[in-house]
């Protein structure tokens, strides 16, 4: 009882909403008074269909999914998913092509490159990826094979406000940082994935979303676990999937749906990011790294005037009981990751420590 919790701005894995960490210390010794506890069910026992049924129904409501799209949950974080994509979507003598807005578009491109031909249809590297590519920066293949985007830039704090264009190619997303934390129309999209530890729950399992229409696409000549058809066809359930990870989505999923869902998810976002942004434009001594137009509401990134001063917020945040701020390396700074389950609280305290330092070294 009492356990002292960190405001955790951690990048991900992220902090879990306290309802769903108790339900599941509750369930891991007894599974709804089964005796037996969550992480030692079988997989096909009559309790986890139940569970694994009840995440996908939750989700496809939070999302409005439609029958023609399919679920998967899978493992290998959304970097299998790199390689996974183009195996599965892009045609031997096609192009697939990306949009590059930070780390981890670069590293979904590295791994297409090995599958086959890609073409990068815009790229904001060369302003260090403070901004989202406009409409007329994206050039497109002639027929892309798919356009494969990240929605949500987690190390430089940038996300899409709308979904590029494609002229009729699937979209694919990683949407891994930002899934679920506004309302998405998934009609738009071929394909959608996400690794489970930023914004859905703990790491060891990644949600997939795919057009049933695309599954045509996997050849049956790939690894079996690489093949969405077999995967969807298997219900996720091939091989044993990771029980644990998939009952704690299933609970975020509730507690999603018990707060309002999407549109209310979005309305407490935006008032939080608002909070922080507004603070960081308080003022010039902090120096927010996004472009206005181009800012995320779940990572927000930022530097001081010196290094020196980054290190120190840092060590004195963290003794205020605000934890994980220090920037990826790739940018430096400092980030707040303040995904769906981040506390309001937990922005008013930093906001509050931030003018506090402005103010003593500024
Ligand atoms: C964290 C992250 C990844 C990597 O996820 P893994 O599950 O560790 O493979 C990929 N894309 C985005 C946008 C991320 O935020």
Known sequence: MGVERAYNFSPGPATLPVEVLEEARDNMLSLAGSGVGICEISHRSKEFSAIIEQAEADLRKLLRMTDDYSVMFLQGGATLQFSAVPMNLLGQGQTADYIVTGGWSKKALAEAKKVGECHVAATTEAEKFKRIPRPDDIKLSKSPAYVHFTSNNTLYGTQWQDEPQTGGAPLVCDASSDILCRPLNVGRYGMIYAGAQKNLGPAGVTLVIIRNALLERSQDSLPIYLNYRKMVEGKSL??????????????????????????????????????????????????????????????????????????????????????????HRSIGGLRASIYNAFPREGVEALVSFMRDFAAKHG
């Open 238 to 327: 091939y091989n044993t999937p990771p029980v644990f990870a998939v009952y704690i989505v299933g609970l975020v999923a509730k507690w999603l749906i018990r707060n309002g869902g999407l549109d209310q998810m979005y309305k407490r976002n935006r008032d939080k990011a608002a909070l922080l942004y507004d603070a960081l434009d308080a003022s010039p001594f902090f120096r927010p790294h996004a472009d206005k137009e181009s800012r995320s509401l779940m990572n927000i990134t930022w530097r001081l005037p010196s290094e020196e001063l980054e290190a120190q917020f840092v060590e004195q945040a963290a003794a205020h009981n605000m934890r994980n701020l220090k920037g």
